[in-house]
């Protein structure tokens, strides 16, 4: 009885009606996307009833034979909602015939590995589908049917190595690179859905060469991210489980429990603080040690609270091993004077504070007025630098402090290092405020060293030529050694958290961190782009070349637009910055590579934002005989044309234009010159254009819009300092007494209301209404 594009309704029997689903109604995806042209009022069709409802007299029909679908059926379904891919894996529910129900794993989606899988389905799309597992029969009308949407699958083709999906973790062998979508991410891991049967799961200490903080893992690796070539490094097939690895190859095992034995010395990473003790990560391998609480440090002054993720270690000693667990030990008293020394260098002791009951034990304490500092205050002190220290002396000589009370702060390696030369030795007692008899310590051909400090001397070198800064430029003195040290250790920790919180993923500012991101997206083209634009920034255009050729050839071609995208960047670049014959020669292997007009168009686009319009014209005029039947080429000639003044170009290229078209596509081009006249040449003669079209083409109301916005442009502000409406309401008066359908002169009705709204007054929209209440009444006469 009637058909619409939601549906058809049939008359079943005197009041009652039925309805079919457009997925009821055909299993051919061509009848779906056009019922009208497939059915017709008073046709009659054989039905099978799914649902009735007594209350409102109507029948839900399917045309389909059959009431189920079975494994390995093909189906048509309609996305009905996206999901968020986190928890079971699944990305989306359909709509399937038989008012059934169903769902896709993010597995099953394609059989590409896909950087955004859910970006590419667009809802209340029908899709082409296959049964994997029918709807539990014990679940009745509530159960869903799973769904592949995968070529392969749907259309019976070959499976390839890659598009393979492993079912068990039989399936697979250690060592073989694998693909899958997070399913989900905390602190026990990232895991990765494989297929939709097969989860693995990325240990911590497996998802980065470097540390990564447990509290991070979810944001780094949010559900629905792709994970690409992970290495399968365990397997146990009795339970199913399945270990994987985003580690480098090379660098996995390479430093093992077998290499250590109790008393090596090592360094690391603090990877995590518990309240029983530290995780250290060894260097150059995935070895985590316990450093238990009591083996922190000798005295209570250095506690778990002074270790943070993220910190270096400096040494650590092997306490114990058993099986493949390993104990350290961080306290001073461990480790002899030998590595202590080869530690700090003479430069590193009292750098950290696992130093400090050491140095306690053998410092004296300062008297500072009525005030007692121990020495851990006044170590304290010297990290405020040198100035700092040098005031504090200055005080304590002022008030009659013995100075032989002031701590020898480098007393045991200056005194035991038989490779520092005697005038350094000199220089090291003056810089950490001992005096010496004499106006100096030492004094070696024309260099002075270690002379007297005093306030005199301070204002004789303020005064003198600035050789005391020069002197102090040819040698740092350990304290701006060491805080020299002491920012670099700063700047590799906040490097080390910016890494770890992710930050070189959204803002990468470095040619590590960019090279870090082309591991996980090389296939996405915007970040090729930015690293040619950083390397530009830096004014090296070798390196942006290079790194556009790796990009050409890097980006897949399954990913056409990304692969467009590459190639356009990388002639941007040799157009603007090469020149005519590298760029030649760069434009013919693009053309080679992607569609030819694309880039015809590309390239007289980057012509003409580079302002040379000969060059420009010429490519235009180059695509204009290769693509002869292209309205869209002949139109961007034309608008280029008009938009550089050439309007006798433009109005010569026309004919041309036209005679090359099929008829079929004039009008648009037609109506696209006129705009162009009504915008950069005579408003008089893109009227003309557009009413000689509208004599061959009277009925085309899309014509017609264009055409009266067109001409209200032309008369009104600001392309004119007074409207003209005399011209603008003949022509709307005009379209108003065409002989159209009711739905199209409403158009116009409406289109002339809402100018007199915005122009007119009361009285003139009045005439309007009347006009159309008067041609209602003439239609329903």
């Not at 270790?307 to 099986?323: H, P, S, T």
Request: charged content about 30%; hydrophobic content about 40%; glycine content about 8%.
């Amino acid at each position: 009885s009637e058909v619409r594009k939601s549906g058809l309704w049939l008359e079943v029997a005197p009041n009652i009606r039925g309805r079919v689903m457009p997925l009821d109604a055909s299993a051919d995806i061509s009848v779906l996307q056009s019922l009208t042209d497939h059915f017709h009022v008073g046709q009659v069709l054989r039905a099978r009833v799914l649902r009735a409802s007594a209350g409102q007299k109507q029948l839900d029909l399917s045309l389909h034979s059959s009431a189920t679908l079975s494994k390995g059926d093909r189906t048509l379904a309609r996305l009905e909602k996206l999901e968020g891919v986190a928890g079971r894996g699944i990305a989306a529910f359909f709509q399937l015939p038989g008012r059934l129900r169903g769902f896709v794993h993010v597995t099953e989606l394609f059989d590409f590995w896909a950087q955004h899988p859910l970006k590419r389905l667009r809802p209340k799309t029908l899709y082409e589908a296959s049964v994997l597992e029918p709807a539990p029969v014990e679940a009745g009308d509530q159960g869903r049917v799973e769904l592949t949407l995968r070529a392969t699958v749907v259309h019976g083709r070959a499976e390839s190595a890659v598009e393979r999906r492993p079912m068990e973790a039989g399936d697979l062998k250690i060592g073989q690179k694998v693909s899958g979508y997070v399913v989900n991410s905390n602190a026990k891991g990232v895991f990765v859905a494989l297929s939709r049967k097969l989860v693995g799961r990325i240990r911590l200490k497996a998802l980065s060469d470097g540390v990564v903080a447990r509290e991070n893992v979810a944001r780094l690796h949010p559900p629905g991210e792709l994970i690409k070539d992970a290495t399968v490094v365990e397997i146990d097939r009795d339970i199913g489980r399945l270990e994987l690895s985003l580690r480098k190859p090379g660098d996995i095992g390479k430093l093992t429990l077998e290499h250590l034995s109790l008393g090596d010395v090592v360094s690391g990473q603090v990877k995590a603080v518990e309240k029983y003790g530290l995780f250290v990560r060894l260097e150059s391998s995935g070895i985590d040690g316990l450093v238990h609480i009591s083996e922190v440090s000798d005295s209570a002054s250095v506690s778990l609270d002074s270790y943070k993720v993220g910190d270096r270690i400096q040494r650590a000693k092997v306490l114990k091993i058993e099986g493949q667990k390993l104990w350290l030990g961080l306290k001073p008293s461990l480790f002899g004077g030998e590595e202590l020394e080869d530690d700090g260098n003479d430069e590193e002791l009292g750098d950290d504070e696992q130093g400090e009951e050491m140095e306690q034990s053998a410092a004296p304490q300062v008297h500072v007025g009525n005030s007692r500092f121990s020495k851990s205050v006044a170590q304290s002190t010297t990290k405020l630098g040198a100035d700092v220290a040098k005031e504090a002396m200055s005080v304590e000589a002022a008030r009659g402090q013995d100075r032989k009370e002031v701590p020898v702060l480098r007393q045991v390696s200056a005194a035991d290092s038989d490779d520092e030369a005697p005038w350094e030795r000199a220089v090291d007692k003056v810089g950490f405020g001992e005096q010496t008899d004499g106006e100096a310590a030492f004094i070696f051909a024309d260099f002075k060293a270690g002379a007297m400090i005093s306030d005199e001397d301070d204002d004789a070198e303020d005064d003198g030529d600035g050789a005391g800064e020069i002197e102090s430029t040819r040698r740092l003195s350990k304290r701006q050694k060491k805080a020299a040290k002491n920012a670099e250790v700063e700047e590799l920790r906040k490097r080390e958290a910016e890494v770890a919180e992710g930050r070189w993923t959204n803002d990468p500012q470095s040619i590590e961190d960019f090279e870090r991101l082309l591991l996980t997206e090389g296939d996405t083209s915007i970040v090729w782009i930015r690293y040619m634009a950083f390397h530009l920034k830096m004014s090296d255009l070798e390196k942006a070349r290079q790194v556009a050729e790796r990009a050409v050839k890097h980006v897949g071609f399954s990913e056409a637009s990304e692969r467009f995208n590459a190639w356009t960047a990388f002639l941007n670049l040799e157009c603007t910055f090469g020149t005519e014959e590298t760029a030649e020669s760069l434009f013919k292997r693009a053309v080679a590579h992607n569609d030819a007009k694309q880039m015809h168009m590309q390239l007289a686009q980057i012509h003409e934002r580079n302002k040379k319009v000969g060059t420009a014209t010429r490519v235009y005029e180059i695509a204009c005989r290769k693509f002869a039947q292209s309205k869209s080429v002949w139109i961007a000639f034309l608008t280029f044309l008009y938009k550089q003044g050439d309007l006798e170009g433009g109005r010569k290229t026309l004919p041309k234009c036209l005679a090359a078209l099929p008829k079929a596509k004039h009008p648009m081009v037609v109506s696209k010159a006129a705009i162009l006249e009504y915008s950069h040449g005579s408003s008089e003669r893109g009227r003309s254009i557009f009413e000689g079209l509208l004599d061959s083409y009277p009925k085309r109301t899309d014509l017609w819009s264009v055409y009266l916005d067109a001409h209200i442009k032309a008369h009104t502000p600001p392309r004119v300092a007074e409207p003209d409406f005399r011209h603008v309401r003949s022509l709307l008066e005009r379209c108003c007494t065409l002989s159209l359908k009711a739905m199209k002169m409403r158009f116009f009705f409406k289109r002339w209301l809402d100018f007199e709204k915005r122009w007119g007054d009361e009285e003139s929209q009045e005439k309007v209404r009347a006009k159309a209440r008067a041609f209602v009444e003439n239609q329903a006469a």
